[in-house]
């Protein structure tokens, strides 16, 4: 997968993770890759929610010792 940016936002409680994703997705060009890091369980619900009513795709999600890892390709 060939990622342009990662985002680490671990240790960031809601809303910060979808703040800090949001502001990352408006630098990257359509088709661009934006892998993101959080600890946070809500974004389980919230990044899939938030990437779907932007027209954004989920790539791929994964849980690596308890981090989250979301892989959002920008519409």
């Not at 990257?28 to 946070?40: A, M, P, R, V, W």
Request: hydrophobic share 40%; glycine share 6%.
């Amino acid at each position: 997968m060939d990622v342009t940016k990662v985002l680490d936002a671990k240790g960031l409680a809601c809303p910060m993770p979808i703040v800090r994703t949001k502001k990352a997705m408006n630098e990257l060009e359509s088709g661009q890759i934006l892998e993101i890091h959080t600890t946070d369980k809500g974004a389980l619900n919230d990044l899939p929610a938030w990437a779907k009513s932007g027209g954004h795709e989920i790539v791929k999600q994964e849980e690596d010792n308890e981090i989250l890892k979301f892989w959002i390709k920008k519409a």
